[in-house]
């Protein structure tokens, strides 16, 4: 257990609807960050926040987004959902404290099918 | 980030040591590798990262070679729970509190057989 909680597990919505994804990060750790993981395109990072702040984008639509709330918890909204947003979304957190704490541990993932 | 390249897939016998190779000659100096591993569908799991050193923790050792180009995880004994994806990855020195996100290849399939 890495102590990264995602809710909920398993998701099934239809075309054009709009779901939220919930993180609660390991206790004291201030960075959270999202990854969608498709068949085709293995994991690919979307986006980070740091205390709040979004502090890195990497491959994410304009359809999605995420927050970050005062305690700490994250959120990624997917809107207009298309078939091909059927993925593995994880999230993932890291202590701010230098390098040794800096490593990533992610939660196990929420399945999000799209019909 | 200094790129991987990593052998699609390997093939390692129960109670043997699994050996896997990564290579990223266009590391700089201030970028560690850090090894990761993904069993079916589950979420990634930390196994071990270092600078320059070797490093050994419960779950592995990695030996980076000293032009620190490349770099090998070892599991000492393998066993069936060992099957997953390995993924080798180079990430910068964090010069900030929020820290680098991780960016994924395709990583090693080990597969480990009785």
């Known amino acids: 257990d890495s102590g990264v909680t995602q809710t909920p597990k398993h998701l099934i919505t239809a075309t054009g609807q709009r779901v939220t994804l919930r993180c609660s990060p390991r206790?004291?750790?201030?960075?959270v960050y999202w990854y969608q993981q498709s068949l085709d395109q293995g994991l690919q990072f979307l986006i980070q926040?740091?205390?709040?702040?979004?502090?890195a984008k990497g491959n994410i639509l304009e359809r999605f987004s995420a927050q970050q709330f005062p305690d700490l918890h994250s959120e990624l909204n997917l809107s207009s959902l298309e078939l091909g947003d059927s993925a593995l979304y994880f999230c993932?957190?890291?202590?701010?404290?230098?390098?040794?704490?800096?490593?990533?541990?992610f939660g196990e993932g929420s399945w999000l099918t799209v019909v | 980030d200094a790129k991987t390249t990593q052998p699609p897939s390997m093939d390692c016998a129960e109670g043997r040591a699994a050996n896997l190779p990564c290579n990223h000659s266009t590391i700089s100096g201030n970028e560690y590798v850090y090894w990761y591993r993904q069993i079916h569908s589950q979420g990634p799991q930390y196994i071990i990262h270092g600078l320059k050193n070797n490093e050994t923790n419960e779950m592995a050792s990695l030996i980076i070679t000293e032009d620190r180009k490349s770099s090998t995880l070892i599991l000492p004994h393998a066993t069936l729970r060992d099957t997953a994806v390995y993924y080798c990855?180079?990430?910068?020195?964090?010069?900030?509190?929020?820290?680098?996100?991780?960016?994924f290849g395709k990583g090693t399939s080990l597969l480990v057989t009785p």
């Open positions: 926040y740091y205390n709040g702040e979004e502090r």
């Open positions: 206790s004291g750790d201030l960075s």
């Open positions: 993932a957190s890291s202590v701010s404290q230098g390098n040794a704490g800096n490593t990533i541990y």
């Open positions: 990855i180079v990430r910068p020195q964090s010069n900030s509190n929020s820290g680098y996100a991780l960016n």
